[in-house]
């Protein structure tokens, strides 16, 4: 059984920055990729960045400059550094785990982000 909880968010005004992580307990294979993903009211679930086990990054356009995403793989704890945030920043943001070597995927509970005007 494995478990992500997200930790991190809050109330922050545009401009600001936030931190969040999201560590992992259980059983996980050591090659997986770690995600975040977020989803704003209405909205559907968007991927906003990738880490992979060997520490290669991808992210979304609207977050690229922004936002950093890094792992700790001896804690099993992935982070995003949130910076220069903005209102449409808004949303749960999610952490998720994919264990390449048998497709399994596991989602954490979400923590709200909110940036205010």
């Known amino acids: 059984q494995v478990q992500l909880v997200e930790s991190g968010g809050g109330l922050v005004q545009a401009g600001g920055s936030l931190r969040l992580s999201c560590a992992a307990s259980g059983s996980i294979a050591s090659i997986n990729t770690r995600d975040w993903y977020r989803q704003a009211p209405g909205k559907q679930r968007e991927l906003v960045a990738s880490i992979t086990s060997g520490g290669s990054t991808s992210y979304a356009d609207s977050v690229k400059g922004r936002f950093t995403i890094s792992r700790d793989n001896a804690k099993n704890t992935v982070y995003l550094q949130m910076n220069s945030l903005k209102p449409e920043d808004t949303a749960v943001y999610y952490c998720?785990?994919?264990?390449?070597?048998?497709?399994?995927?596991?989602w954490g509970q979400g923590t709200q982000v909110t940036v205010s005007s």
């Open positions: 998720r785990l994919t264990m390449l070597t048998t497709r399994s995927l596991y």
